[in-house]
């Protein structure tokens, strides 16, 4: 009988398993984790991450076969095939500070594994790992247990977060990438059957090893860098008149580039596409290749840029100065759908803001004071100039942020509104309300592209949207 278990029941590693689960009734999924009160979240009624979808695949096979636990030894010891979802942030110190991937998590779970293996494993890499990662692993894993067989497999995941569920239901690849001998092959065929239980087989890619590793960190650079292309447009845009919804619509309509991924924002963020391309840009600079990692940094720096000409714009446009001016700040996520707050574009901004002594009034519907508060007091790591931390003190946060749970109350009195996260309900407020309720000039800076422009302008608001002409 398969037995799985999952190393990290965070973003990836519990929607993934609840799926796998649901999928492969005859399979035993264990997701254990080293943080109990994640675990005691998973197992009740409020799961520890927002996802459309997952409380109701989490309800149909908790129990049954699908377990969230802290005991992480017995589950690792027990299972033929070891998912390792554990986080890769970025390095905060020391050698490559700023960009490599800090695999201390990784590295004690594969340590762990070699200590409590009594049988033969599959180990899998979920997570986002360097090219290369999965040999350093096999070092530890055959240098710390004799005799016993470890399979290494790259299975980077593809789900996008607020879509995590449609995404592993409805997956437009599975990659599995083995080492090309006999072990390596026959992994490759134990893993495409668990996910052959609902994914085509045409749409599961198998590769080396390296390619599986590589295609992740390439997948989110491209990403990445289709957004900062279309941000970069917007700005020039901004400058000549030119509408960037039509230009992303006139360029998308080219089957060469397709329509997908053209919206123009303040920004993009997420624990992945940021941290991936500094890995990236890391490795290029390791393996001797300064150009290409000049080329992959510039994703980031337009990035960075938009949101500073964001808040540059909200300053500018009122007066100069937001000194003691109330301002609503709608949506702290760093997309839809989700309550996560990691790199958001919000946290940049809001600082910005902040740092010109506005006072904010944020809300967002998933997101707690706690994160919001969190993250508004945490150090801003600066990857050019990793010894340039810049520290909000929390007592200055307290004084100028109040976090509330209803939009009217955010916008009453304020100044000016920033739109930071395209959660559907900004599209539909009753914008005449909210109107007067403002100060005048009541002033909106939409850094998603939500509102419907020309109906604002004639409700009386000043409306800043990117990339959009400023007049019309
Ligand atoms: P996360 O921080 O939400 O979850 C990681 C979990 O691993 C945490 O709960 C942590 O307590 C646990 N953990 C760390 N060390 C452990 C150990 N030794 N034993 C047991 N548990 C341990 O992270 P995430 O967002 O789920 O991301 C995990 C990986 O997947 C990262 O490499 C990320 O880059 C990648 N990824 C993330 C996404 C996404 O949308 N979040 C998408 C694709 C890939």
């Known amino acids: 009988m398969v037995k799985i278990c999952c190393i990290g029941a965070g973003y990836v590693g519990g929607p993934t398993m609840a799926v796998i689960a649901l999928k492969c009734p005859e399979i035993e999924v264990a997701v254990v984790d080293i943080s109990a009160p994640r675990i005691n979240a998973w197992n009740s009624d409020h799961l520890p991450i927002y996802e459309p979808g997952l409380d109701d695949v989490v309800k149909k096979c908790r129990g049954k076969n699908l377990f969230f636990s802290t005991d992480v030894e017995k589950h690792v010891a027990e299972a033929n095939i070891v998912f390792v979802s554990v986080n890769t942030p970025t390095k905060t110190q020391g050698l490559g500070a700023g ?10 779970a594969a340590r762990m594994i070699a200590d409590v293996s009594k049988s033969d494993k599959i180990v899998v890499e979920k997570s986002t790992v360097p090219v290369k990662t999965a040999e350093a692993i096999e070092r530890i894993l055959t240098h710390n247990r004799k005799g016993i067989n470890f399979t290494i497999l790259s299975n980077p995941e593809f789900l996008a977060e607020g879509t995590a569920i449609k995404d592993l239901f409805n997956p437009d690849r599975v990659l599995i990438g ?11 065929l134990a893993l ?3 996910y052959a ?34 941000n970069a447009m917007s700005a020039l845009c901004e400058a000549t008149g ?35 391309i500094l890995n990236l840009v890391y490795i290029c600079e390791c393996n001797g290749l300064p150009e290409v990692a000049n080329y992959w940094k510039q994703v980031i720096k337009v990035n960075d840029y938009q949101k500073t000409r964001f ?59 706690d994160q919001i508060m969190r993250d508004l007091a945490m150090k801003k790591f600066d990857w050019d100039h990793p010894a340039h931390l810049q520290p909000l003190s929390p007592t200055t946060n307290k004084q100028q942020v109040s976090v ?13 509104i920033c739109i930071l996260t395209e959660w559907d309900e900004f599209k539909n407020l009753d914008y005449q309300k909210v109107y007067d309720n403002m100060q005048k000039p009541a002033f909106v800076f939409d850094g998603r592209n939500v509102v419907d422009v020309k109906k604002l302008r004639e409700i009386g608001f000043i409306v800043y949207s990117i990339g959009k002409p400023l007049d019309s």
């Not at 239980?197 to 990445?224: D, M, Q, Y």
């Open 242 to 276: 030119a509408d960037v919804s039509q230009v992303s619509h006139s360029i998308g309509t080219d089957s060469r580039i397709g329509p997908k991924f053209l919206n123009a924002s303040v920004g993009f963020g997420g624990s992945c596409f940021q941290k991936d």
């Open 99 to 108: 960009k490599a991937a800090d695999l201390t998590y990784w590295e004690s």
């Open 404 to 416: 509330v749970w209803d939009v009217q109350e955010a916008v009453t009195d304020a100044h000016g």
């Open 197 to 230: 239980h609902w994914v085509p087989v045409e749409r599961i890619l198998c590769t080396n090893l390296w390619s599986a590793e590589l295609s992740k960190l390439a997948a989110n650079a491209f990403l990445a860098q289709r957004i900062s292309s279309v």
């Open 178 to 188: 083995g080492r090309e001998t006999p072990d390596g092959q026959k992994a490759i």
């Open 311 to 369: 808040v540059n714009r909200v300053v500018s446009s009122m007066f100069n100065t937001v000194s003691g001016k109330k301002i609503a700040i709608l949506g702290f996520a760093f997309k839809k759908d989700t309550g996560d707050t990691r790199e958001t574009p919000a946290i940049d901004v809001c600082k910005g803001l902040l740092g010109d002594k506005a006072k904010l009034s944020v809300y967002d519907p998933q997101v707690s004071e």
């Open 192 to 194: 495409r059957d668990v």
